[in-house]
């Protein structure tokens, strides 16, 4: 039954939802900050391991790039590292390691772009949060007066 003058204390009935917003308050802005501020270290500490697993490529490919060297001069070198650069010799493993390297390198340009769209996405909440507390802090002082 809708909502009369003689029944004031009853709600009018609920829209379908649209157009309905409630704004958030200062515990959902903080609580979103702490969540968003997780995800960011945890994209840094992936990002890290990137540039971990990069280092790790390029020394591979650097190791290759001696190997092809050594077939040009073999003197100067132990057996035991020449029998650790022989596995290395194929193109196909060196292509292979090449692809995967670049594979990282744009892995590590996207992460550190995400990085950088959250990262400003938290500033921004952070100056939200600080305007709304300003406001809050003016408006108690106005009454308080």
């Not at 003058?5 to 609920?14: K, M, V």
């Not at 390198?105 to 100056?127: C, P, Q």
């Amino acid at each position: 039954m809708p909502a009369t003058s003689a029944n004031t204390h009853e709600a009018p009935p609920l829209r379908s939802g649209r157009n309905v917003t409630t704004k958030p308050t200062m515990r959902d802005l903080n609580a979103k900050l702490q969540v968003m501020k997780a995800e960011h270290q945890a994209m840094k500490a992936d990002l890290r391991t990137l540039f971990n697993h990069q280092t790790w490529v390029q020394e591979e490919l650097d190791i290759m790039d001696e190997s092809q060297e050594i077939d040009r001069d073999r003197d100067g070198w132990s057996e035991k590292r020449m029998a650790y650069l022989e596995h290395y010799l194929t193109d196909e493993e060196y292509n292979e390691v090449k692809d995967g390297l670049d594979d990282v390198l744009r892995d590590i340009v996207d992460a550190e772009n995400r990085e950088k769209a959250l990262r400003y996405k938290i500033e921004e909440l952070e100056r939200t949060i600080i305007r709304i507390s300003r406001l809050n802090e003016s408006d108690e002082t106005t009454v308080a007066e």
